[in-house]
């Protein structure tokens, strides 16, 4: 009987310490990596998946400009009953700055690397010129742009923030060798 019960202390006292040893760890332990919440899970697989710094940045040029569909599509739509439309107008704003800055973030740090981005860099410029006509367009005269204007702002900025990146950009990149037929 005093067998049993000294067992049963020794094997509370061994689960004490170890839930104590793993305290530390879970308290200590640094944030787990997130994916950025404007990108949907898809989004984020084809970014991930993507081998050079020039499909990363067309990417997510790409997703910018389905975020401005979203927003054309929304402000084409509008409907006085749905409470949540200025909400999702201004998530894809977000979606399109978050976008726009990774892409001119990635546009520096292939600078740096001296990678290859020119094809992305012509693509961003050629691109991004098209959303800003339309963002200006919404700023000057967009239906209900009180809601969204602080967002809409925002993605104006980021947008000439990455032209002028851009630009700079093809000024200090160096061109590719050309290679010469034998």
Known sequence: MKNKRWRSE????LLVLALMGTLPAIVFAGPSPQKK??????EADEIRD????????KLFISFAG?????????????????????????????GYSGCIDDAA????????????????IKDLQLQTKDYLIYLKQLQSSGPGRDDYKDNLDDAVEATQD???????????????PVRRKP
């Open 50 to 57: 993507a081998y050079t710094p020039s499909a990363k940045i």
């Open 66 to 94: 389905d975020r401005i569909k979203r927003i054309q599509y929304e402000l084409g739509h509008l409907d006085p009953q749905d409470h949540r439309q200025m909400e999702r107008i201004n998530d894809a704003l977000n």
């Open 105 to 120: 973030e990635l546009i520096d740090i292939a600078i740096e690397k001296q990678q290859e981005i020119h094809d992305a």
């Open 10 to 13: 020794v094997l509370a006292g």
């Open 162 to 176: 990455a032209q002028s990146d851009a630009a700079k950009a093809q000024k200090e990149i160096q061109p590719p």
């Open 37 to 42: 919440d404007y990108l949907s899970d898809l």
